[in-house]
C-alpha cells in the first residue's frame, strides 16, 4: 500500500517538475534586426499531496490525491544588441505583458530603422 502512495507522490512531483524544465525562467528568444529579446519569468509553484490506507478494506486499499500548480509572471526583458545587454522591466503589476512586449519590440524595430537611415 504505501509504494501506491509513494509513487502517486513522486508521479505529481514529475509533472511539476516537467512542467518547470524548458524554458521556465527565460522565455523563447525574439530576434528582428539583429536584436535579440528574452522574456525573463518569475515562477511561482505549489505542491500538495495526502492519502491514507485502509487497513480493513481489501476493495479500496488506498485513498489519496496529489496535485501541484505553476504560475509564470514576467518581469523584464532582456535585449542583446551590438554585443551589449540591457534590462527592461514589465510593469510592477505584471498587467498585459504581452502588450508591453510588442510595443517595446515595435519601438526596438523603429529604432533600429532610424539608426539605419541616419
Known sequence: MDNKLNQLILDTAGMAEKALRDHSVCGETITVDGVCVVPVYKLSYGFAGAGIEHAE??????TGGAGAGVTKTPVCYMVFENGRVSFHP????GSKPLAGLTGFV???VKKKKDQKNA
Open 90 to 93: 514589465t510593469k510592477a503589476d
Open 106 to 108: 515595435g519601438s526596438m
Open 57 to 62: 478494506s481489501d476493495t479500496t486499499p488506498l
